[in-house]
C-alpha cells in the first residue's frame, strides 16, 4: 500500500518561494504518475501540477504554469513542488496524490492514495 507524507509548508511573504516534499513508502514511486493539490477553506481541491511516472511529462494549472515546477527522484522516492513567487491565493493545504490506474492528470477524483497535507501560508 503506498503511503504518502507531505512537508516544506510555511508562513512566507509574497514573492517569496517554497519547496514542497513529497516522500511514499509502502510501494515503488516509479509505478506511480504523481500529482500535487491544493484545498482552500470553503474551496474544493484543485490539481496544481502532475508528473508523469516516467518524469517525461508535468502539467500545471493556469493560476501557477510559470512559477511552479514539479520534479522527481524516484531514487529518493520524492516528487518535489518548487514554488516562486508566492501569491497570498496560493494559501492552502497542498497535497499531494497517486492514482491507482494509469490515469496522468488533474483531476482529484482519479486520485486513489494521499498525504495528510501541508500547510502553506503566503501573507504579509
Known amino acids: 500500500q503506498l503511503q504518502l507524507v507531505e512537508s516544506g509548508g510555511g508562513l512566507v511573504q509574497p514573492g517569496e518561494s517554497l519547496r514542497l516534499s513529497c516522500v511514499a513508502s509502502?510501494?515503488?514511486?516509479?509505478?506511480?504518475?504523481i500529482g500535487w493539490f491544493r484545498q482552500a477553506p470553503g474551496k474544493e481541491r484543485e490539481g496544481v501540477s502532475c508528473?508523469?511516472?516516467?518524469?517525461?511529462?508535468?502539467k500545471y494549472a493556469d493560476s501557477v504554469k510559470g512559477r511552479f515546477t514539479i520534479s522527481r527522484d524516484d531514487a529518493e522516492n520524492t516528487v518535489y513542488l518548487q514554488m516562486t513567487g508566492l501569491k497570498p491565493e496560493d494559501t492552502a493545504v497542498y497535497y499531494c496524490?497517486?492514482?491507482?490506474?494509469?490515469?496522468?492528470?488533474?483531476?482529484?477524483?482519479?486520485?486513489?492514495?494521499w498525504g495528510q497535507g501541508t500547510q502553506v501560508t503566503v501573507s504579509s
Open positions: 509502502g510501494s515503488n514511486l516509479r509505478s506511480y504518475s
Open positions: 508528473i508523469s511516472m516516467s518524469g517525461s511529462f508535468t
Open positions: 496524490g497517486a492514482p491507482e490506474s494509469l490515469y496522468y492528470g488533474l483531476g482529484p477524483d482519479e486520485y486513489d492514495y
